[in-house]
């Protein structure tokens, strides 16, 4: 299951910066808007101790870690939904990622122009969602129009014409689409509209080399934690500057610089474990001789969808899971010593795959 994240902001807010610390790579990153143009992408592995462990019980010939796709996306502006900064085509990428990362600019740089004139965390961010906010509603306005042409002929578009005049009166009180309360059957409808607010929302505060040695926020950031919170989204802080600096380094030499700013780990393994749950999801694993490897699961994945993620033979022809915790595992140190204790469990078609479970598929096609 692929995860594809945006990552998007006002321009000079160091989305660039964070995009190439994250990839490895060398996006353009300079002191004027819209530097960023054309989308740029990057697969980013999935940071997992679990995984080296699993390396030395298995030994395998290769390991193989689960990915998250990044994509950045050129500076938006106040107007964006009207074409502003070619706000279309950059709206448009939007629409095309399942998670936004939000990079809301936190540190003070004369050198550095912010197209709004002064540092306002909070500001930044309202101006951002209104954007997309104001895309939506145009979305939901066509689409009226286009039901309303329909509804005597379909009995499915007086339906969906109720649903989006609810959902136009939610919007235009300041509400995001991720919010509406709609039915399950009605949830595919809803999900074919590509509305932008609809997605979920990781606010990344960029922040200053003496703000992210703190153990404390500052006011300004609090804020935004606390605002991040209230629209039931997530927050996280780091130091673009810093990651950028710290992805150019060694093992060893990471170890060092990290310590000198008080920091367990690169605060990217943060952004990437933020999107990843950002969007409800989980890691199970398969080892043997030939490979130790990762799969990406949505939570709540019964265990044929979780070996469909293999093969769609094996969905098909599920028989059943032999599963071993990990723990279970990494105790015993071998697959052999968790059965003898007992531990190992054959599941059927209802069992709930759960993180970090290490799983041998049965099936017969």
Known sequence: MALRCGIVGLPNVGKSTIFNALTESSVPSENYPFCTIEQHIGVVTLPDERLKKLDGIYKPEKVTPATVEFTDIAGLVRGANKG???????????????????????????????????????????????????????????????????????????????????LKEHSNEGNMARTFSVEKDDIDFIESLFLLTRKPILYVANVDEKEIMSSKRNDDIQRLFDYANNKHNFAIRLCGKVEQEISTLDSEEKIIFLKEYNLSEPGLNKLIHAGFNLLGLETYFTGGPTEVRAWTIKKGTNAPKAAGEIHTDFEKGFIKAEVIKYNDLIKFGSEIKVKDAGLSQLQGKEYIVKDGDCIYFHFNV
């Not at 540190?107 to 997309?132: K, M, S, W, Y």
């Not at 895309?135 to 129009?145: F, P, S, V």
């Open 84 to 166: 502003e900064g070619l706000g279309n085509q950059f709206l448009g990428q939007i629409r095309q990622v399942s998670a936004i990362i939000h990079v809301v600019r936190c540190f003070q740089d004369e050198n550095i122009t912010h197209v709004e004139g002064t540092i306002d965390p909070i500001r930044d961010a309202e101006l951002i969602e209104t954007e997309l906010l104001l895309a939506d509603l145009e979305t939901i306005n066509k689409n009226i129009i286009r039901l309303e042409k329909l509804v005597k002929k379909d009995k499915d578009a007086g339906r969906e014409l109720d649903i989006l005049l609810r």
